[in-house]
């Protein structure tokens, strides 16, 4: 039987391009989530692995989306091959038990780490930069300005919470947030 792994490391990725091309290569089953690589406890992936027997194949659409690191992947990898298990990476291709595939292996998975970690170390020097500006803000941008947010707290006044949701856009939830800092300040 041919099972697929799917993974994306954040809410706001789509699995659709690697589900997709699982299917397009015939997977029996589709496991998906939507995980950081660093977080071990990856359901679908246990689940995934609890099942696959002799004569199977994984089929991943990269080998980063398989493990986070590379001790994990080849943890994963050699207790694959122990079982039997066949590992297909769509990018690389079929993984094979050989002295030449487990260097090619070890090889594929220190990249993916050494990218990982390269990204994270420029992510980090980026935040540090910006940090130095006067008007660096951590985190996600307001959607709303604050006269736009003092104009519908205005409207409070004479509406109800409903009515200026309906003429702002504004949920009531950020409205009472809004109306918490007037008072703490």
């Known amino acids: 039987m041919k099972y697929g792994y799917a993974r994306v490391s954040t809410v706001s990725q789509e699995l659709e391009v690697q589900i997709k091309s699982l299917e397009k290569e015939g997977c029996d089953k589709i496991y998906y989530e939507k995980f950081t690589g660093t977080n071990t406890d990856r359901p679908q992936l246990k689940e995934v692995l609890s099942l ?10 990269k080998l980063d989306r398989l493990a986070r690191n590379t001790e994990e992947g080849i943890q994963i990898i050699k207790g694959l091959f122990s079982k039997g298990v066949r590992v297909h990476v769509l990018n690389v291709g079929l993984l094979e038990d050989t002295t030449m595939g487990r260097f090619f292996l070890t090889t594929l998975l220190a990249v993916a780490e050494m990218e990982r970690n390269l990204i994270v170390e420029r992510t980090q020097e980026g935040k540090a930069i910006a940090r130095q500006r006067e008007d660096f803000r951590e985190g996600r941008p307001n959607k709303y300005s604050k006269k736009q947010v003092a104009h519908a707290l205005d409207l409070l006044e004479n509406h109800s919470y409903k009515q200026v949701e309906e003429i702002t856009g ?10 918490r800092k007037l008072v703490t300040n």
């Open 170 to 179: 504004i949920s009531k939830s950020t409205l009472i947030r809004a109306k």
């Open 52 to 61: 696959l027997k002799e004569g199977d194949t994984l089929i991943v659409t």
